[in-house]
């Protein structure tokens, strides 16, 4: 049985056509242009018609090679906000969770400790300005036109997802991380509501993940699939990419260094520490998934080298990532990874970023490598934490942006001070979404029993440990201080 996968994330949409047999047998992707994306925010019919492009793309290979597709899988970003009107049009552009802009609001409700602490406990979310819950609080009083012209609330895989069916309906995966959710019932806390002025049929109807609906005429038409083909909800990025790594069980941790970078680990139960710095979000099949992230990842690489006056292709990146070998470790600068404020485990949305302990003789490989390690030592607290809460996983795999780095990959595993291993898939999001697709429609439990292949491992070096731990506790000190 082969599937489509679609995914619309932070900054491209891509598609892959996907069996079990196989793997990956096409892929196609599109980059937002400026005029679709700036990060905080998304055209939503931008963000549609680059969808459909990629969808088009991979069909057309699909009929190219006599191939036939059952279903279409959705996958999309964990936390946005899109409001809309009484007819369900959009008004406005969707929020991502880049968009820090009630920042000073959530820094001054979090004043109130017994407010965090019941929130943080209900949702597994922390009161924070990234969560669609707060910008939506924010909004009411920065700017009560909007939310008053307002009578439902959606995101951006909802919008795609009711673009191509009608239907409006959102996973209990993807609601899990709107801050709205009771991790504990998995329905709407009604407390919340209360407190943001709203009620549960503004929301769209809470599914699981394997929910589909029928694409409408016109949309199949666009792409050229058959009419009424099954698209699966839409599913959060992460949970996906879980799922990718064969981590329904609770032994696997899936690590993801892209734009951001976060840590997962399935569990029975919802796991939430008493003080707040990890989070917790529904997977599927009851099971929830404790995790952490940061806001810093390849975007502070990008923001690097365009500042230094370099091209993002492969040519630049391989350059930058050979030359880390040559760099003295224990003599490069400090860098403090916060240049778009601080999700895990501070939850500081002004926190900022920078070179420290820096030298006129530190050249730009040298702030290259500072900025990769400086990534990582944030990945190392999240880790630590979720150790702390879950216990030590198994195994580590890794996906996004970083393995395509080999120095970084090494890097990464002696930061952590344990093996880590890469699959052969480039999409591990869009290859769980696949999975979901291929279980809703074939009644079988492909998602329960998947194991990818590993392409890759890196093990930890002992001089590469010795050098990163006195670094670490550096790296601790500064944060402390900064903070």
Known sequence: MIVA???????????????????????????????????????????????????????LVANQKNLTIEAVGLV??????????????????????????????AMALRQDQGLVHSVYQKTGCMLHAMYPAWKWH?????APQVTGETTYLSSQTEFVFESLTGQAAVSRTLASGTGFLNI???????????????????????????????????MAQLVGLPSGIPVTVGSADGAMNQLAVGGLGTEVMSMSVGTSGALRVAHLEPRIPDEPSSWCYYLLEGRRLAGAAINNGTNCVDWFLIRHGNRLNSDTYDRY???????????????????YGERCPGWAEHRTGGFVDLKASHGEYDLYYSVLEGILFNMRQCYDILVDVGGIPKEVLVSGGIVNSSPWMQMAADILQREVMVTGSTNDSTVGGALVALEAVGGHEQVRGYRPPIARRFEPRADGIAIHDSRYARYLELYRLLG
Not at 138 to 142: A, C, V
Not at 323 to 337: H, I, K, Q, R, T
Request: aromatic share 6%; net charge negative.
């Open 321 to 339: 990532s050979n030359a880390v070998g040559d760099v003295d470790g224990l003599g490069a600068p400090m860098f403090m990874p916060f240049l």
């Open 138 to 142: 924010y909004l009411k009083q920065s």
């Open 76 to 105: 999309g970003i964990w936390h946005s906000l899109l409001l809309l009107d009484d007819e369900r049009r959009a008004l406005g552009k969707i929020r991502t969770w880049v968009d820090l802009a009630g920042a000073d609001h």
């Open 5 to 59: 996968s679609l995914e619309v994330s932070t900054v491209t949409a891509k598609c892959i056509l996907f069996s079990l047999q196989e793997g990956v047998i096409a892929e196609a992707s599109k980059r937002y242009g400026p005029e679709v994306a700036d990060g905080p925010s998304q055209d939503p019919h931008g963000v549609l018609a680059c969808a459909l492009d990629v969808l088009r793309e991979v069909v």
């Open 184 to 218: 504990h019932a998995l329905d709407w806390d009604q407390d919340l509501l209360e407190m943001m002025g709203l009620s549960s049929d503004q929301f769209s109807q809470l599914v699981e993940a394997f929910h589909t609906a029928p694409m409408k005429s016109e």
